[in-house]
T-cell receptor, first 114, second 111 residues
Framework: GAGVSQTPSNKVTEKGKYVELRCDPI?????LYWYRQSLGQGPEFLIY????????DSGLPNDRFFAVRPEGSVSTLKIQRTERGDSAVYLC????????????FGPGTRLTVL | RKEVEQDPGPFNVPEGATVAFNCTYS??????FFWYRQDCRKEPKLLMS???SGNEDGRFTAQLNRASQYISLLIRDSKLSDSATYLC????????????FGSGTQLTVLP
């Protein structure tokens, strides 16, 4: 079946611009996660949705970052006034939502801020 | 101090070798433990969950020591296809289900 998909696969933008990154989770998965991975590091948690609501947004680095999941399926990560330090691979994962649910990762969006 | 620490490597081993990776975690309230594998420029994929009783999946054996907050992964009879970065991962529970990743240990299996 279809896995987690993310668009775009690559995004190059200029410092100060606004970007949106999209995640389509596996159908039926109620939990959705955003992570950010910098070169040579493991992924770092950003935000977790259970259904439509953000259950935990403690990983968002500052108020330039925001994410939504209005219908409990597709999610969009929004970054305002991008900075060069935002350059990373942004990974989305989804799971069934139960306590033991395996998280399945999408291929990521590689964001480069020039 | 990082929440999950692992030796970054790289580990370069010949085919057929046995290689062990170790990891420590700092949050004693952690509830779930995993090893993920990540190939170059690809997403992480679950290799195996880790339990206190230890678990084995073919050539791979994982062990958890809660008292020492220590996780290990043993790969026997390594194959060229095992070359990847291995990520030690710790999870919470309830509203804290996010995963906390180590920085990864890079393994290259040489012919």
């Amino acid at each position: 079946g279809a896995g987690v998909s993310q668009t775009p696969s690559n995004k190059v933008t200029e410092k100060g611009k606004y970007v949106e990154l999209r995640c389509d989770p596996i159908s039926g998965h109620t939990a959705l996660y955003w992570y950010r991975q910098s070169l040579g590091q493991g992924p770092e948690f950003l935000i977790y949705f259970q259904g439509t609501g953000a259950a935990d947004d403690s990983g968002l680095p500052n108020d330039r970052f925001f994410a939504v999941r209005p219908e409990g399926s597709v999610s969009t990560l929004k970054i305002q006034r991008t900075e060069r330090g935002d350059s990373a691979v942004y990974l989305c994962a989804s799971s069934l939502g139960g306590a033991e649910g395996e998280q399945f990762f999408g291929p990521g969006t590689r964001l480069t801020v020039l | 101090r990082k929440e999950v620490e692992q030796d970054p490597g790289p580990f370069n081993v010949p085919e057929g070798a046995t290689v062990a990776f170790n990891c420590t975690y700092s949050n004693s309230a952690s509830q779930s433990f995993f090893w993920y594998r990540q190939d170059c420029r690809k997403e992480p994929k679950l290799l195996m969950s880790v339990y206190s009783s230890g678990n084995e999946d073919g050539r791979f054996t994982a062990q958890l020591n809660r008292a020492s907050q220590y996780i290990s992964l043993l790969i026997r009879d390594s194959k060229l296809s095992d070359s990847a970065t291995y990520l030690c991962v710790v999870g919470g529970w309830g509203s804290a289900r996010q995963l906390t990743f180590g920085s990864g240990t890079q393994l290259t299996v040489l012919p």
